[in-house]
Every structure is written in structure tokens, then in C-alpha cells.
């Protein structure tokens, strides 16, 4: 998935993991993402498309637990 979104753009797989416009991976993966991005660098709120709403719900649920 990170390659597909890289090609897209312009960007190495790593860089766009590393980027915080991209969420990317499991479930407890992303969920300690956001944990990082929020300690590191303050971010409190995420867009999440439509269509991805569903598939990111199991991780809302675990952030609010």
C-alpha cells in the first residue's frame, strides 16, 4: 500500500510511512501511530475518507478505550 501511495506521490515506500498524511497498517499499528504523532508532534485530529470509515472504525474504538 505504501508503494501504490508513493508511485501516486512521488515518494519512496519509507517516506511515506513516515509522512503524517498517510495512516497505514494494522490496526494496533496504526493505533500506536497515532499515539506517537499525537506525543511527538501534537496532531489531535485525523481525516479519514468516507469510503474508509468502516475499516477505520476498529481504530477509533481502541483510541477511545
Do not use: Q
Not at 24 to 29: P, S
Not at 34 to 56: K, N, P, Q, T, W
Amino acid at each position: 500500500v505504501a508503494e501504490e501511495i508513493g508511485a501516486r506521490w512521488g515518494l519512496d515506500a519509507d517516506a511515506v510511512l513516515a509522512s503524517p498524511a498517510a495512516l497505514i497498517g494494522t490496526v494496533d499499528e496504526m493505533v500506536a501511530t497515532v499515539r506517537e504523532r499525537r506525543a511527538r508532534l501534537g496532531i489531535s485530529y485525523i481525516s479519514v475518507f468516507d469510503r474508509d470509515m468502516a475499516a477505520f472504525a476498529p481504530v477509533v474504538a481502541r483510541l477511545r478505550a
